[in-house]
């Protein structure tokens, strides 16, 4: 009897802390993602604010420089580093958790800024930024634990993911993902779909739409459209490589030459400058209007993807702010499309199955991936959408756009490696 009674009351208790724990989360996922929600919706009016006016004002291309020097003079006059980036985010994971509430301001402004002056730049690693301090900041403010901490930045990444992109399990499985490749922290599930709802529920109230596309000519699951994709696959992984060298020696290489802050973004901006005026504005901001005519399988220029390549290493790579993914995303749908047109698959899809696979390749995320194609693309084709993921994830190696990143197990063999992504 009395044994009984001890293991009713030892169910009890852990009944009891499980009850706790959950609704703890859900109240702290809840309130990270509303919070989260009201900055994406802002970012994201701010983001399309600037690039109607750049459209409409193709001179402010040319003032590029300028904004270069305010964003300089704010990550100096704030005293935070100019390496105060994704990377920071991903690492403080495995740190303390806590992350200097500065970053938000700061990031938030700066992006703008390159946005406005058509810097070649995302809008993805400022809200990965915004969102791992939002849920820092909330985080301190319940008193959480170091480990706790680590789950709460998580959960600010998925808000402000979910409210940029409109896609709130993929933002929920990139969080958990994207940090140690081969890891996946199951128990930030429920905080982080918690979050990225909330957050995608406060974005709809406020109009904002997600990111989503209609493919045309989806061909039939058979043996030769598999092949065919797989080459896309094997494409989109090789110049996942030639992306990710690009921003790390453009940065390695403005740093050397121009150790003054100010002084590097005038170097890059100019240089920006003169490429816009030989080739034109087709390559400035994030570029949406050119993935949107790829996806729908409009021709592309052959050589899209190479001089987005460009833009971006010289915009991230000499100290303006932004993200990746965007430019990622636009490098892909062009390069998709361009292999399509050569081995005879449909443009739309083709461009299609380029984003994700680009995707995947730079971010080492294959589930993120392959749900982000169900949820931007719908589910049609999404047997091949897997096969080109996961051959870019292979393929690409080690490389990533966050060197921050941990790759915990090989991609070849079963073995551990724990080495960051280069």
Request: glycine share 10%; proline share 3%; charged share 10%.
């Amino acid at each position: 009897m009395d044994e009984l009674k001890s293991i009713l009351t030892h169910n009890a208790v852990r009944v009891k802390q499980y009850a706790v724990s959950f609704i703890k989360w859900i109240i702290f996922a809840a309130v990270t993602g509303a919070l989260g929600g009201c900055v994406g919706a802002a970012f994201r009016y701010s983001i399309n604010y600037v690039t109607d006016l750049r459209y409409e004002n193709t001179w402010l291309c040319y003032m590029l420089p300028v904004g270069g020097l305010v964003i300089a003079f704010l990550y100096r006059v704030t005293k935070l580093s100019g390496n105060a980036d994704t990377n920071l985010i991903i690492n403080s994971v495995r740190t303390d958790g806590k992350l200097p509430i500065l970053l938000a301001p700061v990031i938030f402004i700066s992006s703008i800024i390159t946005h406005l002056f058509g810097g070649s730049a995302g809008r993805e690693g400022a809200a990965l930024q915004l969102g791992g301090t939002i849920g820092s900041f909330i985080g301190r403010i319940f008193r959480f634990g170091e480990k706790d901490m680590h789950m709460a930045i998580m959960c600010g990444m998925s808000g402000l993911f979910a409210a940029l992109f409109g896609t709130p399990l993929t933002a929920a499985i990139f969080a958990m993902e994207v940090i140690s490749v081969g890891i996946m922290y199951y128990s930030s599930f429920v905080p982080c779909i918690v979050s990225s709802l909330a957050a995608f529920w406060i974005t709809k109230l406020f109009g904002l739409q997600p990111t989503v596309f209609i493919i045309k000519d989806v061909p039939n699951l058979d043996i030769t459209s598999v092949l065919l994709v797989g080459v896309i696959g094997v494409g989109c992984a090789l110049v996942s490589i030639a992306f990710c060298l690009a921003l790390k020696w453009s940065h390695k290489l403005a740093v050397k030459y121009f150790k003054n802050e100010y002084i590097r973004v005038l170097a890059g901006g100019f240089a920006i400058v003169i490429l816009t005026l030989i080739i034109g504005t087709r390559y400035s901001g994030t570029g949406t209007d050119i993935i949107t005519q790829a996806i729908v399988g409009k021709e592309v220029l052959p050589y899209d993807f190479i001089l987005k390549i460009v833009f971006t290493a010289l915009t991230i790579g000499f100290g303006y702010k932004g993200g990746e993914i965007i430019p990622t995303f636009f490098i892909g749908a062009t390069l998709g499309s361009l292999i399509g047109s050569l081995i005879g698959l449909p443009a739309s899809f083709s461009a299609a199955v380029g984003l994700i696979a680009l995707f995947c390749a730079v971010v080492n995320c294959p589930i993120a991936s392959i749900i982000l194609s169900i949820e931007m693309f719908g589910s049609q084709g999404l047997v091949m959408f897997a096969v080109a993921v996961c051959i870019s994830f292979m393929l690409s190696g080690y490389y990533g756009l966050y060197t921050g990143q941990k790759i915990i197990y090989s991609k070849r063999r079963t073995r551990f490696i724990n080495r960051n992504a280069k």
